[in-house]
């Protein structure tokens, strides 16, 4: 284990994947979301296969024993991707990005009521400090009137979906991962995904030139940050890198004043902050106890 290395990837994976949604947000307005979908599931297969050959470990992602499961986490996720990338058009980059923090909540509640899972305490404690949080960002759109109010509000029920949608995308992968390898769960995930979306065709529409370019980089930056994301999960624990997966709300508040002129309603931080301190303390708490069961006899 190398704590600091995993620290480090999974800063940079913050990096990636905000610089995705920042893509994404820039052609929102032109480009539908299935087609970005498909652009992020199929480009992203590149760096990905790229890395399993370099590892050697290619021809294990394509060995499956659960083609079922790949099926039902690819249908879910992919509809979880095509909510969060349709909410960028209409509400800021930053919002998008705070309400994806609801997912390690509703995982929480998801393991208890799927995977018949013990759920300590703490982590319900976590999942109320997270709805407060959840409540307080939602208050500046209940605040709002007319069409702006209207666009804000579909936007917001589309990245709450997709947070929801990610939080069983996230149970069915550790159902997963006790028969299946990280190469062929990436794999048949991206694949289904590209599959699924090509359901949507009658709504695509010749992009741009520059369109295309950023769909490449859509691709890329997902397929970069994927890889990212598990290297980190291999030098630490998860109970270390998760509460870094934070930063990724500091680069799209970032990058959303940069390029979109967009600042974040005040009390859009402070909900956020209630939903980071849930889910990191809980990822802080997960971490002393597999360290206590370590050091114990």
């Known amino acids: 284990m190398r704590p600091s290395l995993g620290i480090f990837l999974q800063l940079c994976a913050t990096l990636a994947f905000a610089i995705m949604s920042t893509l994404v947000r820039g052609v929102a307005d032109e480009v539908s979301s299935g087609l970005v979908v498909f652009a992020r599931s199929m480009i992203g297969l590149v760096p990905l296969l790229i890395w399993l050959g370099a590892r050697g470990e290619l021809r294990g992602a394509f060995a499956t024993t659960h083609f079922g499961g790949h099926v039902v986490r690819g249908l879910v996720g992919v509809s979880s991707m095509w909510a969060g990338f349709a909410a960028l058009a209409y509400i800021p980059l930053a919002e998008a990005i705070a309400f994806t923090y609801v997912t390690p909540l509703v995982t929480v509640v998801l393991a208890a009521l799927i995977l018949s899972e013990r759920v300590p305490a703490y982590r319900w404690l976590a999942v109320g400090i997270g709805f407060v949080g959840i409540i307080t960002m939602l208050t500046?759109?209940?605040?709002?009137?007319?069409?702006?109010?209207?666009?804000?509000?579909?936007?917001?029920?589309?990245?709450?979906?997709?947070?929801?949608?990610?939080?069983?995308?996230?149970?069915?992968?550790?159902?997963?991962?006790?028969?299946?390898?990280?190469?062929?769960?990436?794999?048949?995930?991206?694949?289904?995904?590209?599959?699924?979306?090509?359901?949507?065709?009658?709504?695509?529409?010749?992009?741009?030139?520059?369109?295309a370019l950023v769909l490449v980089g859509v691709g890329i930056s997902g397929g970069v940050g994927q890889i990212l994301l598990t290297a980190a999960n291999r030098y630490a624990p998860a109970s270390v890198v998760a509460p870094f997966n934070y930063a990724t709300l500091l680069w799209a508040v970032a990058f959303g004043a940069m390029f979109f002129r967009e600042w974040p309603h005040w009390l859009v931080f402070c909900g956020a902050a209630l939903v980071v301190a849930a889910g990191a303390g809980v990822a802080w708490r997960e971490g002393r106890v597999a360290h206590r069961s370590r050091t114990l006899p």
Not at 173 to 189: A, H, K, M, N, P
Not at 190 to 195: D, F, G, R, Y
């Open 140 to 211: 500046p759109i209940f605040s709002m009137h007319g069409m702006k109010a209207e666009g804000a509000a579909v936007g917001v029920g589309l990245a709450l979906f997709g947070a929801i949608g990610a939080g069983f995308a996230v149970t069915q992968v550790r159902r997963l991962t006790q028969t299946e390898t990280t190469g062929s769960i990436v794999f048949y995930f991206s694949i289904v995904a590209a599959a699924a979306s090509l359901v949507t065709v009658p709504q695509w529409s010749l992009p741009s030139w520059h369109a």
